[in-house]
Nanobody
Framework: VQLVESGGGLVQPGGSLRLSCAAS????????MSWYRQAPGKERELVAS????????DYADSMKGRFTISRDNAKNTVYLQMNSLKPEDTAVYYC?????????????WGQGTQVTVSS
């Protein structure tokens, strides 16, 4: 199982980035996908989630209207479009795959990609 994030980097406040997470080794279309982030000295927090078929999304309050999660099940990839970035968005962003099946919870994580918002 692999989740490989990409697209992070340094961006100025007000700028945009698009993160990608390429999945392999499991049936991607059966898993809900999420983006989490962790800033230095802080706990990991949920950024956004999308259901397995992509029909429903959810966002943390501070990201609503600025971030958009989407997925392409044909490409086994989930995306996070981040607009109007703020310095407080600086963090390592992680991709997560989640499924509960037959009473068993399955969770997979990527290695993370650094996003730094600074002038």
């Amino acid at each position: 199982v692999q989740l490989v994030e990409s697209g992070g980097g340094l961006v100025q406040p007000g700028g945009s980035l698009r993160l990608s997470c390429a999945a392999s080794g499991f049936t991607f279309s059966r898993y809900a996908m999420s983006w989490y982030r962790q800033a230095p000295g802080k706990e990991r927090e949920l950024v956004a989630s999308i259901t397995s078929a992509g029909g429903s999304t959810d966002y943390a309050d501070s990201m609503k209207g600025r971030f958009t999660i989407s997925r392409d099940n044909a490409k086994n990839t989930v995306y996070l479009q981040m607009n109007s970035l703020k310095p407080e968005d600086t963090a390592v962003y992680y991709c997560n795959a989640h499924r509960v099946y037959a009473g068993i919870q399955y969770d997979y994580w990527g290695q993370g990609t650094q996003v730094t918002v600074s002038s």
